[in-house]
């Protein structure tokens, strides 16, 4: 199993661009997340999602946007890029098992807005 | 959602056992507390995570006393390469994939 993987791992943006990060798993998860982490700071949830078709908002979502249309794929857009937005991004998928649960994170994207 | 406080940082020595604590005052019934690595550059990776009393396995111990308002992993024995952020997660069970991490316990090993 290759686990959680993100592409790209490096990406250089301008401001006012747009682009995706994607993220996929092969552990027929159910509940994946997207989280930034700031220098010095912890991860911070983004968004969300239960299932396929289904997705919500963490803690800041403002400038994103998530889909999930498959088990797999779980892709993180950003709408028009802002300097505030460099940070490391990292997708994780959750082993939900009642009463233990275990979430696997991706390798992360570092994300550059100039 | 239970609020977290862990100490920020941590410095130890190679053989030494580390015991981070992580203070979660209004831990809800249903609660399970939950510990993650991090190495710089990497993602977080699972340790250990339980509900009461004693947890351990092959790479730490978990420490969870009866009121349950704290917890306290137990590192034995660290190497260089446990040098890492910990973090402390409180919530139920089923619901970490939406919780944010906190700043988490930097340990520094040294030789």
């Known amino acids: 199993n290759a686990g959680v993987t993100q592409t790209p791992k490096f990406q250089v943006l301008k401001t006012g661009q747009s682009m995706t990060l994607q993220c996929a798993q092969d552990m027929n998860h159910e509940y994946m997340s997207w989280y930034r982490q700031d220098p010095g700071m912890g991860l911070r949830l983004i968004h969300y999602?239960?299932?396929?078709?289904?997705?919500d908002q963490g803690e800041v979502p403002n400038g994103y946007n998530v889909s999930r249309s498959t088990t797999e794929d779980f892709p993180l857009r950003l709408l028009s890029a802002a300097p505030s937005q460099t940070s490391v991004y990292f997708c994780a998928s959750t082993f939900e098992g009642g009463t233990y649960n275990e979430q696997f994170f991706g390798p992360g994207t570092r994300l550059t807005v100039l | 959602l239970a609020k977290t406080t862990q100490p920020i940082s941590m410095d130890s020595y190679e053989g030494q056992e580390v015991n981070i604590t992580c203070s979660h005052n209004n831990i809800a019934t249903n609660d399970y507390i939950t510990w993650y690595q991090q190495f710089p550059s990497q993602g977080p990776r699972f340790i250990i995570q339980?509900?009461?009393t004693k947890v351990t396995n092959e790479v730490a111990s978990l420490f969870i006393p009866a009121d349950r308002k704290s917890s306290t992993l137990s590192l034995p024995r660290v190497s260089l390469s446990d040098t890492a952020v910990y973090y402390c997660l409180v919530g139920q069970g089923s619901n970490d994939y939406k919780l944010s991490f906190g700043a988490g316990t930097t340990v520094t090993v040294r030789a």
């Open positions: 339980g509900y009461k």
């Open positions: 999602s239960v299932g396929a078709g289904i997705t």
